[in-house]
C-alpha cells in the first residue's frame, strides 16, 4: 500500500479508536478521585458514552462538572451501603491510598475490576487493604491523558480473567494509548520513560529555547520556534509510519548543519548517554519509592 493510503488508514483506525463507544460496559463504575486524572478518565469515558446514572464518584471536592453530572444521574459521594460495582477506578494520590482504598471493600465482588492509577503502589498494596481474590489492574498513564493522548502501561494480577483486562484496556483507552507488561516488576521503568517522561520532553523545549538565545535570538521568538518544534515533530512522528531514527536520518544532509548538531548530540556524552543514565535513576528512584 502507498505511505500515503497507509497514512488515511491509520487515521481512519484511530478516528474509529476515539469514537469507540464503551458498549461491553454494563454495571456500575465506581471512580475513587476525580483530580486531574480522575476527571481526563471521566470525560473520556462520557465521550465513549458511558451514561453519567451507571456511574458513581467518591470526591471530596467535586466541581461544577461533577455537579451538574449529578443532576443527570451520576451518584456523586453516596453515604450508606454500598453495593458491587463492575469496576472501580482508584485514582487518588498514592499517599491518599491508605485512607481511600479500605472503604471501598463494599464495591468489590467477585466480578468486579478494580484499576488503580495510582503511581509506586504495588497491586499487593491494593491486595492487603481489599477483600480476598479481588481482581487487580495497576496502570501507569502520563500527562498527556488531560488531552486524551497519553500511553498507560498496565499489569494484572492473577484474579484479572480475559474480559476483566479487556475491560480494563477499554476504560484506560479513554485517555490514550494502553499497552501490557506481564511483569510488574517493569512499572518501575515504565514510570521513568512515560511516566516521568513528558517531563524530560519539556526539557527539550525549555533547552533549546535557552540554546536559541544563547545563539543570539529573541528570548520570545527561541521560546515560540523551541516549543513548535518540538510539538510539531512529535505530531509529524505520530502521524507517520516511519521510525524515530528514520525521520532523523532524514532530516540531516551529511555535512550540513543538523550533523554538525548530532555529532555533539550524539557524542560519547551525549543525549543518549545522558538519557540512559537519567532513565536507570528514574527507575532505581520509582523502585525505592515503592518500597
Ligand atoms: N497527573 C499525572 O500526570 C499522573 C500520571 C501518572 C499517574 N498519576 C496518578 O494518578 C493519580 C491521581 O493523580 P492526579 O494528578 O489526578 O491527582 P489529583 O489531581 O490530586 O487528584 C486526586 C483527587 O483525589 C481526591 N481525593 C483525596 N482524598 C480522597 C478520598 N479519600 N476519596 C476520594 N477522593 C479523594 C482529591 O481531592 P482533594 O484535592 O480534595 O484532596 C483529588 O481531587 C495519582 O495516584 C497519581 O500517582 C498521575
Known sequence: MAGHDTEIVAIIEQMMTVAKPLRKFSGRLVLVGAGKMGSAMLEGWRARGLKPGQITVIEPQPGKTLKALARRGLKLNPKGKTAEASAVVIAVKPQTAPEAVPPLAGYVGPTTLVLSIMAGRPIGFLEKLLPRGAAIVRAMPNTPAAIGRGISV??????????????????????????????????????????????????????????????????????????????????????????????RENVTSPGGTTAAALDILMGPDGFEHLLTQAIATATRRSRDLAG
Do not use: C, H
Open 154 to 247: 498496565a499489569s494484572a494480577n492473577t484474579g484479572v480473567s480475559a474480559r476483566q483486562r479487556k475491560q480494563a484496556s477499554a476504560l484506560l483507552a479513554a485517555i490514550g494509548k494502553v499497552e501490557w507488561v506481564s511483569d510488574e516488576a517493569l512499572m518501575d521503568a515504565v514510570t521513568a520513560l512515560s511516566g516521568s517522561g513528558p517531563a524530560y520532553v519539556f526539557l527539550l523545549a525549555e533547552a533549546m529555547a535557552s540554546a536559541g538565545i544563547a545563539a543570539g535570538l529573541p528570548p520570545a521568538l527561541a521560546t515560540r520556534l523551541a516549543r513548535e518544534t518540538v510539538a510539531g515533530s512529535a505530531e509529524l512522528m505520530r502521524r507517520s509510519e516511519l521510525d524515530a531514527a528514520t525521520l
